[in-house]
């Protein structure tokens, strides 16, 4: 496999496929997402899903074909999706009068069965969630990152006021923080992006932005507040407690299989994937080591092993493929990112001992009694969770700085983020841009009130405090 | 809303608006399916998840759009499938040099794949499975039960021999007899299906079939043996022991959102939804009542039952809607089919009791201590779900007989099944849906030998056993 160091994009390419996470589609940018990929965005729903019902929402499905008048009600957001639409024009052996759109998103069909179900201020706010395909037609397509068709949630509410709204927007900005932190172990830096930056058709738009190993940062999840823009196009309305008929105001936010490819840039290296242990499809894995009888004998103890850890809440499987050496196996998995290998030879039988190997870390191979494993290991995951969320903080961290003049903003974004003040025109943007590939990423929510000179045209600076600055994926 | 008597069909369609299950979406045929609706989804999809897993299988997922030469590749799949197909024909602003089809199912586009990963007997079993979306242009749309596009699993699967492959077959229509019997409380008829409702380009098609309150059969899920069809047409290969190169033999199986309209008409009554308490999205509703300052202590107190209801492991829910009367929110959750309804009065407040309503039962209204709630509820939820499938069953087992003559046959599929002996011709089976539009459901797995005469034409009889007829949804 290709280093990082050496070609980033190549080393990603190589090893999305070699870990058997993904496949090429037949058709554009399409991707298979295999068994042990598709477990890892499994793991991550779970999560996310627990957490945006325990807050209220509800799930629910919208058709994904939508009629090609839907997205033209809403003009800045037909003009943000029309070219990578996908179209439908025959269906049932006919050409249909009205085309029919892939969702790109839902909030137009939403919208209209929004309106059709809120009628009083008793219906809000409707707190909605939808998991579900979409497609994005993508000429430059990279697996997970950017894929013409992606899975995702998209949440979609609809409130009476626009405090209501906003604290729903930065609600689910939160529970994006929190998964990304605290199941991805990457450490977002939430904020807001420039107008330059917002989703189509919303007033504000909020992002976590994640640090990739190259430098480079990654959106991981958006959450937008629509104001009433969809709500006078799609006329979802409210009486009130004192009988007016008010426009509601909406948001949306969606996260997307891309955080796959977030957790692979985050924490990946020359050896492969790095996974987290609340991700990882297999947390241990269990390595039976002989020939013959031996294996017999050891693959019957990994098998035991491995039951138990089940039982102590364990992800574990045993790799016993006897036509494979154990040095074959044992890069299998340190490829395939597994946080804790577990070694069982002949002699470890004997002693009743077990050899056990961390993906990452310093402290080698370590042999501890077979009994205390269950006992041991729950925790030993625990750790090395917190491991990658603090090794990540300080990659980003250590990449990362304050940037007062060009010359130290354009040595910054060559290898991280920079942090600078910035004028707020989508022209200096432009420029910025241009020169460094570097875009704001976004205005961080606890960044502290700070006001001065633009760090690339010298205007008085926007926002009230500083931007962050990086080249994106 | 009408009654089941009067209008079967006109009950269902008034039900599945009015419980808010669905709406109606703007493409021909789609249905947004509601959070209610949904949740019912969700805890059908949980259940058949597991056991999908726990069977070996792994989740996965595959591109919806397919390149529409793949869909040429298998002669009768095409032909199968061509009426039904949406064609996309234009993405990203530009007309497409070959169309994609919107995945109808995923037979060729799993085969291309499998291809691909399978290529030493090591690799067999391939056992996946897919949580996915699939549009099928329906020009008489029925929601839930037909629709353009509808939420399903695919499993797909490879195998060294045809022997694995129909253990296969026959383990997915186990999972699905047994989910439908435990879980939707529904007692199907699991069997295969006859030469004449073949899936297409499968080799042998079982099914499972539910029967409905009005007498008519739904298929509620099929299993299919392909045969090495599909391996042929996309050269999945492997090579075996002894170093030759042999094709698989594949299977694929499915059960869609059609269920959710199965346990409808099969457990419905003219008050409306009777739902299984292991599918109810609430299990238990809890109704406080009374005005004012009475209604505020009878809250809290439903609030403080429902808590502790939920600890027990009951999906409870407090409606304290205080415009509405307590008689529409009892008839509005009768209609939503919750499986027991506990009423808050402030006497019973005073005595410490609620009152116990069965969704159905002779039982009638049951006064108990409050502080029993939690100890009593779950077994009691348990007997309404046994008392589902006994009724069920009765319901069956009352409307199927055997016919031995043309006029019974005649008489019993005018309000139910006949099980009768065939001869097997697709000729005869047409003169018989021709003339009582009862066709073959399938012949049952567990039916005793017998031959004889066929019921319509008098040839010798096929199967060497039975064959069910119903009409059919
Ligand atoms: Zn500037
Ligand atoms: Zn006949």
């Not at 939508?66 to 997205?71: N, Q, R, V």
Request: hydrophobic share 40%; glycine share 8%.
């Amino acid at each position: 496999m290709t280093p990082q160091g050496e070609d980033f994009s190549a080393w990603y390419n190589e090893l999305v496929a070699k870990a058997q996470l993904v496949d090429r589609g037949p058709a554009r940018g399409t991707m298979v997402i295999r068994p042990y990929g598709y477990r890892l965005w499994e793991l991550l729903q779970a999560e996310l899903d627990r957490r945006i019902k325990d807050t209220g929402h509800e799930n629910a499905y919208f058709p994904m074909l939508i009629p090609e008048s839907y997205l033209r009600r809403e003009a800045e957001h037909v003009e943000g999706f029309s070219p990578e639409l996908a179209v439908v024009t025959h269906a049932g052996g006919k050409e249909l009068e009205e085309p029919l759109i892939v969702r790109p998103t839902s909030e137009t069909i939403i919208g209209e069965m929004m309106a059709k179900w809120v009628s009083s201020h008793r219906d809000l706010p409707l707190l909605l969630n939808q998991w579900a395909n979409v497609v994005r037609w993508e000429l430059r397509p990279r697996m997970f990152l950017r894929t013409t068709e992606f899975l995702w949630q998209e949440g979609h509410t609809a409130h009476a006021d626009e405090a209501d709204a906003m604290r729903e927007t930065m609600l689910a900005l939160d529970l994006y923080t929190e998964v990304a932190r605290d199941i991805a172990a990457i450490p977002v830096v939430p904020g807001e992006k420039t107008p330059g930056e917002r989703f189509a058709g919303a007033v504000r738009t909020y992002t976590i932005e994640g640090m990739m190993r190259d430098g480079k940062a990654l959106q991981a999840g958006t959450s937008h507040y629509m104001g009433t823009n969809f709500a006078e196009a799609f006329d979802i309305r409210y009486t009130s407690g004192t009988g007016r008929l008010e426009p509601c105001h909406t948001t949306s936010w969606g996260m997307t299989t891309r955080m796959i490819g977030a957790v692979i840039m985050t924490h990946g290296d020359d050896k492969g994937l790095v996974l987290p242990p609340r991700l990882a499809p297999y947390q241990v894995v269990v390595v039976p080591i002989g020939r013959g009888d031996q294996l017999e004998r050891t693959s019957a103890a990994a098998r035991e092993l491995a039951d138990r850890l089940k039982a102590a809440g364990v992800r574990a499987h045993v790799d016993d493929r006897a036509q494979l050496s154990p040095g074959f196996r044992f890069n299998d998995w340190e490829l395939r990112g597994v946080p804790v290998r577990l070694e069982l030879g002949p002699r470890d039988l004997e002693s009743g001992t077990v050899v056990m190997v961390r993906r990452l870390g310093d402290e080698g191979k370590q042999s501890i009694p077979v009994s205390s494993a269950p006992d041991v290991i729950p925790g030993l995951l625990e750790e090395f969770q917190e491991f990658l969320l603090r090794r990540a903080t300080a990659f980003r961290d250590g990449h990362t700085a304050a940037a007062d003049s060009w010359d130290v903003f354009v040595e910054v974004v060559a290898s991280g983020w920079a942090s600078a003040l910035h004028c707020g025109a989508p022209a200096c943007e432009d420029d910025i841009k241009a020169k460094t590939a570097a875009t704001p990423r976004c205005i961080p929510l606890d960044g502290a009130a700070e006001t001065g000179r633009c760090v690339h045209c010298g205007e008085p600076s926007a926002y009230g405090k500083r931007v962050l600055f990086g080249r994106a994926y």
